[in-house]
Nanobody, 122 residues
């Protein structure tokens, strides 16, 4: 079963840093752009950052630009999000996302991880 699994979340003080990882299993991420989303309590899920298949950042939300960096290692089948200078308003569940071609059905499928909680608080 195709799976995306996030890790690296936790509790951090304002101004601190975290690095999130998203490991893919049973499919290769290299052909596909990927994204990080987040969802705070009571708010809609929002796009945080996306990256091209060959590793070029394609865009950041205004609220994180200059503080967060998206990257990927296709050899490790893993997506990353380096988060620096964290603020309390960055508190959310962070999800990775990939739209990939299912080789069995020939259909495009949206894959989501289970999410990892990031809490920024003193």
């Amino acid at each position: 079963q195709v799976q995306l699994a996030e890790s690296g979340g936790g509790l951090v003080q304002p101004g601190g840093s975290l690095r999130l990882s998203c490991a893919a299993s049973r499919f290769g991420i290299s052909p596909y752009p990927m994204r990080w989303y987040r969802q705070a309590p009571g708010k809609e899920r929002e796009l945080v950052a996306d990256i091209t298949s060959d590793g070029r950042p394609a865009g950041y939300a205004d609220s994180v630009r200059g503080r967060f960096t998206i990257s990927r290692d296709n050899t490790r089948n893993t997506l990353y999000l380096q988060m620096n200078r964290l603020k309390p308003e960055d508190t959310a569940v962070y999800y990775c996302y990939c739209r990939a071609l299912d080789s069995g059905s020939g259909s495009w499928v949206d894959y989501w991880g289970q999410g990892t909680q990031v809490t920024v608080s003193s």
